[in-house]
């Protein structure tokens, strides 16, 4: 599966950004896509995922409230809106996949085998 992030871009804080990833076609039955981000000088952490079949989603907590995951089955995009963007949002956002993650491993890198390349977002005055 081939993964391609876009989206990113400079805003000022309190603006909104919509990233999307564009999935190669695929087959697999259980197929989830996430976001995760590395801020500068940090490990990489997960942001948010969706479940393609059912549309079950998680959110890390740090964003829970201003961000949302939803996906275009029609489209094979994923998309992660950002709202009320925050100078600690600044980031390379990463888009991952998977053909057969559960739910509560949904929020751990590990558990995805197809990553796309970082969109920046940088979010300052």
């Known amino acids: 599966v081939q993964l391609q992030a876009s989206g990113g871009g400079l805003v000022q804080p309190g603006d909104s950004l919509r990233l999307s990833c564009i999935a190669s076609?695929?087959?697999?039955?259980?197929?989830?896509m996430g976001w995760f981000r590395q801020a500068p000088g940090n490990e990489r952490e997960f942001v948010a995922a969706?479940?393609?079949?059912?549309?079950?989603?998680r959110i890390a907590d740090s964003v829970k409230g201003r961000f949302t995951i939803s996906r275009d089955k029609a489209k094979n995009t994923a998309y992660l809106q950002m709202n009320n963007l925050k100078p600690e949002d600044t980031a390379v956002y990463y888009c991952a996949a998977d053909g057969g993650i559960i739910y509560s491993s949904m929020g751990s890198e590990n558990a995805y085998d197809y990553w796309g390349q970082g969109t920046l977002v940088t979010v300052s005055s």
């Open positions: 969706i479940m393609w079949s059912g549309g079950s989603t």
């Open positions: 076609r695929h087959t697999f039955s259980r197929f989830v």
